[in-house]
Structure formats: C-alpha cells, structure tokens
C-alpha cells in the first residue's frame, strides 16, 4: 500500500516494495551500493530529513529513518537536494536526471560506478514514486 | 580586444587588424566574430584549397582569463570537404600563449611556395623554413619546433601529414593531443604550406574589470568543482556516459545499423577508469579536467580515447577493446585526422563492401570486415599517405559514396560525417545535424544533453521527452543560440555555469551590461549571420536533412520502432527562427532585428 511521504512507514513501504518489484530486482540485479540521503529544510519540511537504503543485487537489506549525520559513513552515495525538488522527483515534476544534471540532486560517490548504473537509479526512482500516495 | 595578427602567405606580409568595437561588442569573439571578420570573403566558387580561402585561429574574451573552462581558442574558414562555413574549437594552452604574445588572432591568407611555419614571439613575428618537418606526424612535429626554437614555454599548432596531402578531413593540434578535428581545416593549412604556428609570450591576458572578474571567476571555478556533470567528466572522461547512451538507442552500432553492443561495458569510460587510466589531462586553468592519460602495458603514458573516439572505432566498427581503441586514436591523431570522420567512412566502406558496392578491386585486395582492428590501423596508414584505397577515403563519406553510387548510404550531412549520437535515440539531435551551420555536428549544439535531461530554464531551454518530435524545434533553436554564445567566448561546453554567472563574467571581461537576453541575442546573431554566409555559398533549404539511415528505426534496443519526422520538425524551426519556410534563408526582418541589415542586402537582394 502507498504511504505519505515522508515517514517511516514510507520508507518500509518502499523497502518492501524493492524486494518484491521483479523489474526492479532485475535491473539492479547487479547493483552493490548504500544510499544516504538528506533532505534539506523547506516548505511544510522544518528540520533536516535523512533515511538510508542499503541496495543489493537488486534487493533492499536495510532501511533506517532519520539515522544521525554522523550514521553510514562509508555509504556508497550521499544525496542530498532540498524538499522542494524531492517532492518534484517522487511526484514526476521533475525527472531524476535532470535533478542530477542541474545539480537540484547533489551526488558525493563513486560517478563511475553510478554512469553503467543509470538504468538501476531510474528504476529505483519509479519504484519511490510509485509507494508514495502523497508528499506532505 | 587584442589586435589579430595577419598574414599573407603569399607575399610574407604581416599587419596587424584592429576589430571594430562594435563588432566585439555584438560578436564576442570566437567562432561568432570570425563569422562576421570572414563574411566578406566566403563567397561562391572559393575553393577551400585556394590561396584566397581565409585560416583564421581566434580566442574570444574569456580565453585564458582562467574562467570556468575557458581556455579554448577556435580555427574558422571554408570546410574542405563541406565547402560551407567552417569552424572547430580547440583545447590546450596555444590560444592562451597567443594572447599572452599580444595578439587575439591569426588571420592567414595566400599560399606559400615552400613548407614554412609561423614564429610568434611577444608580439614579433617571422616565417620560418619548415622543410625538415614537412612529412611529420604532429607530435615530432611539435617536439621539432621546440627544439629548434630553443623554448620549453612555446606552445605549437600543428598539422600532420594528412593536412599536408588534402585529406578532407585533416585535424590542427597542438599542445600534445588536443585536435581541432572537424571540417578539415587543417588541409586547408596544407594547402597553403604552412606546417606549424608556435606561439611565446607573457603579457597578463587583457580583461576590462579585473577586480569584478576575479571574484566571479573563481565562484564558477568552485561551482565547477561541486557540479555533478563535471565530477563525471573528472572522474571517468568524456565517455561517462557511455552505457547510459546504449541503454537508450543512441550509440550507434555498426555504421548506424544497430542500436544494441554487448560489449558496451567495456568500452566505457568507467571501464576506462577501472582498468587502464592513470591520470587525468586538463586545458589551460580548467578544473574539470576531462582528459584522459591512461597506460596500456607498453609502460607509455598516453593519450586516452574520448567518447567520440570509443564510438568511432568501438561500437562502429564492432572493435570492443579499449586498447585497440586508444591506439587507433593514437595514430589518427599522429596522421592529424579527425577520429569521427575517420572511423565514419572506414564504416561506410565496410557497409558498401557487404552490400557489393565495392569489391576487393577497389579496396587494393583488402576484404573489409568489422571488428579487425588491424584492418582499420592498415586503412589509417592508407588514409594519411593517401596512399592506394586509402586515397579515395581520404576524400570522406559522402565522396566515397559518391563514386561508388551510393551516397545515400553515407551518413554525413553536406559533407560531414554524423557524430554518435543517434538522433532515434535522442530526437533534438536530428534537427541539430540537419541544420548546423557546419554539417552534422554535435558542438553546435550538445542537444543530447538536454534530452537526457540537462535543462537550462533562464534561458529557455525546457525539458522535452527524447522521442519528441516538432514539440521541441524551438527548444532545439534556443540551445543551438546558447551554445553559440559559448562558441564565442570561447567556452568548453562541459562548462556548466549558470546563464547568469556567464552573462557577470562577460560583463566584467568586456565592460559590459548585458542581461541574460541580450547574451542569447548576439548568439542567435551569429546562428543567423553563418546561415545566410552558407546560403550565399549555395546551401539551400533542400540541404536541411538527415542521411536515409537515421531515418530507419531500429530493430531492438532502447529506441526501437522510433524514428524523428524531419519534416514535421523543420517546419517548426523554420517558424521558430523565423525563416523563410520555401528557401530556408532568415527573413530580412529577422536579419534587420538581428542588426544585420547589411547581410539583410545581400541576401535578400
């Protein structure tokens, strides 16, 4: 079931939902990396957002919601834009390529390996979309 | 600006040429003053061998001010394979040099009677005896001149042997690899016996407000360093987007026949990265740094293979090792060709041998096959002496289609051949090689880019699906003026500042106060002042068009069953721009808005 973005639950919903897509799980059948993301304050989002993902082969083996800065430090990828711009991502306004050419999503990690995993990132996008019922 | 220094070739002349202040200020500089300094000389019937075919080597104003990428110069004439305006940017330090000897161009006219090459020294000029190096690849040739001119701080553009023997699309290069490659300007240099230009000086490159520079300039370096575009560039070269493009369909395979290549993964620039790269290579003060250095097993550093070099001889020609890649690279580059017209009619030769068009009888015994990387090193080796079957695709693409009956098997377009990014995969490419001012070209406008996703809102540049088709003609119009305005500046189009940092730093370089619409009107000045230059030397609305392959869709891949409806979307450029629908010239208004009243007469009259 769809969930509110953000919360807790939305990121359990999209944990569930990336073990369970078989297109996702096919795409990213390859992909060794852990996502931390940080959602910077503004709109209706007051104080600073993070959750992390660890993705693998196509499976999600951990989530956690609102870790501390100082959590993952070795996380393969930290991404952070504003909450303007991750709404517009989750709610198709924007598209995730353009957010990372324009530099609306800050990349910090390996560009090699994130270019011959273009495919796996959209994917993983559509999957985000697709469990969120609605952005706060 | 600095003065241009020209040079009759013919006489052994040399002036100095002051550009008017009002031709800087609507021009900049670069490939769109030349435009407007060579109007008067690119009319019908100049032959691009001739000695009246003009070589003109311009910066622009933020040539060597250490701005975001800036240390580019460009070398602007008559295509010798297109005979249509010509222009290539190039990177390195020469153009810098150039300036820092008091000078913001060379401008080249006659012919010599013997080999010679052009000293340049803190603003003292001599013609020099080049009969030792006429007959070396660029790099001796480079190694050469230094050496006779005593000076580690020379920087020399240079010709190789092919410029020397009229292959239509021979490279300029200096300092080391960095090429000038398309539109075979360097046998226009050839042609007029001029081997090599070196350049020494000291002199602080000129900038009208060097306080407001300063500060801006450094800004658009930092943001440079955080852009994500430039981080990947940096990390795994030109190619980081290798795998990304065959995901969608819009790296051709197999001289544009085929949209999928397995081996994609290793040819890449990540897998570059992960195996023979050891160094990055920058021009002058750039921090992107998107060369590439890289050592094969033979314990030389070298040269590595940007993308269109990986295409050209990689999913192209179905060779799938990068070290093959890099040395055919390599010896393109020693020869002075340009790696993508080179890889693009050894392709179509390779095709037309399948179809039967051409036998082993033409080729001199050879059996043209994919995927033989020897074959491909024997065809350069042909193409740069010009010697057997290599003399007939020393003429490019649409020559060898020409002769063999099948041009329309060629794809170029008025002469240039199409650079990989297929325009099934990415539609505002088609509209971009049928209309560049140069034949098929990527550099006028990087469109790609943008239907990957790469906006640029402040000037007008909006996010269209890839498989748009008239849609986005407009959107296609404005990039194509954008990138014009970096083709004056000269700017590397990696260089990913903001329209109104850009619009600040030209201010601050050139005592302006322009805004950003006045920015993209002296681009769209320039757009129109190469197209009425190309009608006056016969384009016409008919050359508006794409090769019959890209017209084909593909058979599987990312953009299969799609292909872009050429007509559909010039109908809307030519609305967009304002052009006259029937002939394809800019209206005489839109020349008259333009302030180009006097090119409005001549075309119009």
Sequence with gaps: MPAIFPSAEWLKTLEEKLNHDQRYNEIANKWEGELFFIIEPELSLTEELRFYLDLWHGTCRKVEYQPSQEAYPKAAYRLTATYGHIRDILTGKLHPMTAMLTNKLRLKGSMAYMMRNVPTVLDFVRCAQEVTSEVQ | MQPILRVNLSTGEFTDYLIPDNWQRDYLGGASLAARLLYSTLTKGLEPFSPEAPLLFLNGPLSGTAGPATGRFVVCGLGAATKLWAESNIGGFWGVELRKAGFDGVWITGRSDRAVYLWIDEGKCELRDAARLWGKDVYDTQSLVKEELQRKSVHVAVIGPAGERGVSYASICCDHGRMAGRTGLGAVMGAKKLKAIAVH?????????????????????????????????????????????????????????????????????????????????????????????????????????????????????LIADLVDITLLGELCDRYGIDTISTGNTIGLAIHLFEMGKLTSEDTGGLSLRWGDARQVQALIHQIGNREGFGDILAEGSRELGRRFKSEEEAVQVNGLEVAYHDPRGVSGMGLVYATSPRGACHNQSDYFFVDWGHTEESVGVGFYERHAQAEKSANVARHQDWRTVYNSLVMCIFSNVSPQMLVDLVNAACGLGWTIPEMMKAGERAWNLKRAINHRLGLQRVNDKLPKALLQPYKSGGSAGYSVNLDEMLDAYYIARQWDPSTGKPTEKKLVDLGLADIAADLWS
Excluded: W
Excluded at chain 2, 221 to 237: C, P, S, V
Excluded at chain 2, 256 to 280: K, N, R, Y
Excluded at chain 2, 292 to 311: H, W
């Design chain 2, 201 to 317: 000086g000291s002199r602080a490159v000129p900038v009208t407000d060097t306080e407001r520079y300063a500060p801006l300039r450094s800004q658009a370096n930092r943001f440079l360093k955080q852009d994500n575009e430039a981080k990947a560039l940096h990390e795994i070269g030109t190619a980081a987007a290798a795998d990304y493009s065959e995901y969608l369909g819009s790296m051709p395979v197999k001289y544009f026949s085929e949209a999928i290549f397995p081996s994609v993964d290793d040819i890449s620039g990540s897998h570059m990265a992960e195996t023979i790269l050891t160094g990055q290579s920058a021009c002058h003060a750039c921090v992107i740094a998107c060369g590439r250095v890289v050592q094969i097993g033979d314990g030389i550093k070298r040269k590595g293979p940007e993308y269109e070099t990986i295409c050209s001889f990689g999913p192209n020609l």
